[in-house]
Structure formats: C-alpha cells, structure tokens
C-alpha cells in the first residue's frame, strides 16, 4: 500500500529578466578574446522569496548563482548561493547538456533566502566544442506559508529523527485551531484569577510550610 502525506503546496515566484550577455576580455576597439562566460540577472516579484530553482540546461558546464537582499544598494551585498555547479561531467561532452536541473533550498551555500529582490547567474563553458551555451526554462517556488496544518506537521515530523509519523487525522484549519487555541488561553486565564481571588479572601499565615505562632489568635476560655 503506498503511504498517503500531504505534499507541500507550492507558489510560483513571478520574476522579469534581462538577456543572457556573453563576457568577452578586453576593449571593444581591440581584438576580444570570448571569456566562455555569460551573465543575467533575474529581478523577483512578490513573494520576494523562494525555495526552489528549476531549468533545463543548453551546454552550459559550470553555474553559480548570487542573490541579493531588496534593501541592499551596494554591491558587496551580493551573496553566493551555489558556486561552479557542474551541470556537464564533462564539458566536452553530451552528458547533462540538455537536462533539466532542480536545486532545493537545503542544497544551497546560503538558505537564507527571505527578502530577496535579485538573482545573477553566470554561467561557462570552457570547452571550444560548442557554439552557444545557456539556460532555458528557469522557474522560482516558494512553499506556501498558508499551507494546511496537516503538511505542517508533516514536514516537521520527517526533520525528526525521534518522531515517525505515517498519516493524520483530518485536523482543523490553522486560523480554526488558532482562534480555539486563544478560547482555551482565556479560560484558564479567568479560572487562575478566580483562584487567586479564593487564596486573597482566605489568605494562610504559614511559612515554608509552617504556621508562625504569633500569627495564631486563641479565645480566652
């Protein structure tokens, strides 16, 4: 029997970007010498965070990607995420040039990935064997925070070595279990105050446990 979990719930991370610019070495009015690099920048959207990179590779052989927070204006706030990925074993070859790639957060050199407003990608290739290089297809996820309280549970209990859970029962919303949660909070926090107002009208005179004499009255007979 296969094992039925809640799977994560995804949003799709709206982005613009700029074309693909090849690096070339050396002044326009000279001989330029192809550096085997390219370069774009990917400009987020709202959700200005993601957990999950996908593309489908064109011959391109090693990636790195930097990402830079949306407040940032300086350029040494650029952070690197992935460096020199091989996408190809071999650059000279076939293997991985056409094959679609998906990073994961947890894959990262960074997680920190919230408040994030721009992406770079350089991309080589130093191999002579091939004409253009590039990347296709490029799609940004995040997991959405609204997700149900069932896949909550679910991804916190795989992070748990001492936790296994297989299945849930069906569980209230999270806004519902919140607003039941807050019910119970105020209910014990009357019920400590009608406690305390009992203790007030009856207050004990002892002390550590024990009763200190002068505080006792007894009748004459």
């Known amino acids: 029997m296969t094992e039925k979990h809640p799977s994560k719930q995804w949003l799709t991370v709206g982005f613009e970007t700029k074309n693909q610019i090849r690096l070339f070495i050396g002044e326009r009015s000279k001989t330029q010498f192809d550096s085997g690099c390219k370069m774009f920048d990917l400009f987020l959207k709202d959700p200005f965070r ?40 071999d650059v000279h070859g076939e293997s991985g040039a056409n094959q679609t790639f998906h990073f994961s957060k947890d894959m990262f050199l960074d997680q920190e990935l919230d408040n994030i407003s721009q992406l770079r990608f350089i991309l080589q290739q130093p191999s002579c064997n091939w004409k253009d290089f590039g990347i296709d297809d490029i799609k940004l996820k995040a997991v959405n925070m609204d997700q149900s309280i069932e896949a909550l549970f679910y991804e916190w209990s795989k992070r748990s070595d001492k936790i296994k859970m297989k299945s849930f029962e069906k569980l209230p919303p999270v806004q519902m279990l919140s607003t039941r949660l807050q019910s119970l909070w105020l209910l014990c926090n009357e019920a400590t105050k009608q406690t305390a107002n009992k203790t007030e009208d009856n207050p004990r005179f002892d002390i550590d446990g024990s009763y200190d004499v002068n505080l006792l009255s007894t009748n004459q007979p």
Not at 50 to 76: A, C, P, Q, R
């Open 50 to 89: 993601f957990d999950e990179i996908s593309f489908k590779n064109f011959y391109t052989g090693y990636l790195t990607i930097k990402v830079k927070e949306k407040y940032s204006n300086s350029d040494n706030e650029w952070r690197i995420i992935l460096k020199r990925f091989k996408l190809m074993p």
